[in-house]
């Protein structure tokens, strides 16, 4: 463990221009990461299976890119976050809200370990300091201070994740919100950075980088890279499979959860006979079941 203060010069340029920095960090890991595009992944911790599965898109393609992923470690989008950014070989940095010994949440402390070994552990607090609900909004100001960006997944109305969005509006840096249905209670809170922030709406990890590359302020280390282009893939039905179970594929949205009683309404089936369909898709990896909800992923 080593310690960090504003006056190092290594010390992070981007958090010496927030309000309060802070006058010291204890990391483990390797600071240099920090000198790439940083750009903040945050979500609620009770987020859905849509949510987990664009945190794992927008964080794969990023990886065509020099940049690090920031977040806080928390259960739900924070921990998907950085377990897709190791993955696919990209940095990643926790910040926390508790010091680096006593690792707050206690079932991410293997998770916290390899991203010691791999990326960046960072709190302001002493080593063996415990969380309290007055770390948490400190801590975030730290993920939004590091990042050029912050990306919101998902976030109820009152959440961790809409004060990170928050200060990153107050720290003058951009935001970027994963579209939600209207009546889904995980993602209203994005809905109203859309809404009342000026929040960019976006679907893949390429828009996040077109975006950042017309904001001259923001120098991106990719700026004058060859990175491939991501293309967006059109989903597609497999011919493979039965017309039964076409029918019933189709009565779903892609990414969306559906459930037994729409499908029923909108295939005619009797509702065993779903069932069985929904099984033999299952075991295919063609839909998932999500509580008693089906998500079609293809």
Not at 53 to 73: A, P, Q, R
Not at 230 to 246: C, L, R, V
Request: proline fraction near 5%; aromatic fraction near 6%.
């Amino acid at each position: 463990m080593q310690i960090l203060h504003p006056t190092d010069k290594n010390y992070p340029q981007l958090l010496k221009e927030i309000h309060a920095p802070p006058q010291q960090l204890f990391y483990q890991g390797d600071l240099g990461i920090l000198d790439r595009t940083c750009i903040a992944v945050v979500g609620t911790r009770r987020c859905t299976e849509y949510g987990k599965m664009m945190t794992e898109k927008i964080v794969e393609e990023l990886s065509h890119y020099e940049v690090t992923i920031v977040s806080g470690l928390a259960k739900g989008i924070d921990t998907i976050a950085h377990k897709s950014a190791i993955k696919n070989n990209l940095k990643t940095v926790a910040v926390l809200p508790s010091g680096l010994v006593d690792v707050y949440p206690p079932e991410n402390k293997n998770l916290a370990q390899e991203i010691s070994e791999k990326g960046l552990l960072i709190s302001e607090y002493e080593e063996n300091s415990r969380p309290s609900k007055y770390t948490f909004p400190q801590r975030n100001r730290i993920i939004s201070g590091l990042s050029i960006a912050t990306l919101v997944v998902e976030a109820p109305e009152k959440s961790g994740a809409l004060i990170t969005a928050r200060l990153a509006l107050e720290q003058n840096r951009d935001i970027f919100v994963v579209p939600q249905d209207v009546d889904r209670f995980q993602g209203i809170g994005a809905l109203r950075l859309l809404q009342k922030c000026g929040a960019y709406p976006v679907l893949s990890g390429q828009e996040i980088i077109e975006q950042l590359q017309l904001q001259p302020k923001l120098k991106l280390d990719i700026e004058n890279s060859q990175a491939p282009q991501i293309p967006i893939a059109k989903p597609k039905i497999a011919y493979d499979i039965s017309a039964e179970e076409k029918e019933i594929l189709l009565c779903m949205q892609i990414k969306r959860e559906t459930s037994l009683e729409k499908i029923k309404d909108k295939s005619k089936l009797e509702t065993q006979k779903i069932l069985t369909i929904l099984s033999l898709l299952e075991i295919k990896n063609f839909v998932i079941n999500n509580a008693g909800k089906y998500i079609r992923k293809c």
